[in-house]
């Protein structure tokens, strides 16, 4: 019998699409591989992982510590310097010194890191030492600013881990702008189950559970209620068009749980909808698990974050499901949209989002959703060999950088 090849997935937030995409990459692994997830919070959005696979659990906080600084900009910025220095070198050994002990324990063949080097540091330098082979999965646009301490440090960490798995080319051109490009690094977008969008559903049940008639428009934006998502811009947008859309409802899908979301900015949601009257139009549903019959039942899906978006997996559900969508144009959601159909926000704020809104829901506007493709890219037999060929040859590698 063939022996299984066990790689170590390491899951750092709590919640969000990078877990639901680690959870749908799993279901599409072969027998060959037998995986083995690291979380580093135990919560029951976890439970989805542990359907799939045994799951190890760190119990880690990742609450940073609190530093001072001055009035003064040029004093700050040394500060910055040392502060980080000091928490790069003498913080977060426990959670290093943790994870070591799994590894020799666990002795996986690949450590596949779900999130990018921003959350995955400690991870990163303990597999380091271990002597690990192993992969970084880029899910974000960050950046690092000032922080010149951390922008070396890592630089030398990339250097020891096999390749870059970015999940859009914007991110993969935003991070070779910090590590330089590589060969090994792929695109790969995330797997999505694609026979849950297609599958129909009884929308009427959703409707009736969020007192919508069958009439009314329905606006839906999924979530983490955070501010960079940018459920604000929604809410004003509405407002400024209110009395055009007629008889609506605003579907606010996702959970503002602390670590996940942030309940203080939910707080200053619903004061906005109390301010602007939109109170019973605009409905928070907290974090669902039918997230494709929302959709089915919605008659456009908005994401309106505020920053640059690394891709946007609403934006996929909702054009598998073959629903008009509205994104910014800018980073990985700006690339899906043009590649496969949507309305592309040039800038994310009110005015152009009540443009587009009206121009959905009062003018017909429909956009052409590109079918064929999506189907082809996101044929999952496709993207598992693409993964499966990267295991491969990491595996053949005498070391994590040749």
Known sequence: MQQRIRILYIQVPAGGGSLVALYELLRQLPQTIEPVVLCYHRNTYNLLLESCCRVIYLDESLQQPVHRFTKYAAINFMLQQF????????????????????????????????????????????????????????????????????????????????????????????????????????????????????????????RAAYNIAEKEKLVTCIGRIIPWKGQHVLIASVNKIKHTLGSFKVLMVGSAEEGIGSLNYQQQLQAEIEKYKLSGTVIFTGNRNDVPAIIQASDVVVHCSVKPEPQGLVILEALLSNKPVIASATGGSGELVKKYGGIALPVTDADHLAKALTDVLVNGHKPVINTQRLQEDFDPAQQQQVLLSLYEDCLGSKRNKD
Do not use: W
């Open 83 to 206: 502060y980080t220095a000091k928490d790069y070198f003498k913080s977060n050994r426990k959670v290093r010194t943790k994870i070591m002990h799994i590894l020799k324990t666990e002795k996986p063949a690949i450590v596949h890191h779900n999130n990018e080097i921003f959350l995955n540091r400690d991870a990163i330098r303990a597999a380091v030492k271990a002597g690990a082979k192993q992969l970084v999965h880029e899910r974000s646009l960050s950046n690092y600013g000032n922080d010149r301490v951390h922008l070396f440090a890592d630089k030398r960490l990339m250097k020891k881990v096999y390749a870059r798995i970015d999940i859009t080319n914007a991110v993969a051109q935003h991070f070779n702008k910090f590590y330089g490009a590589d060969s090994r690094n792929i695109v790969l977008h995330d797997f999505v189950d694609k026979a849950k969008y297609k599958q129909r559903y009884n929308t009427s049940n959703i």
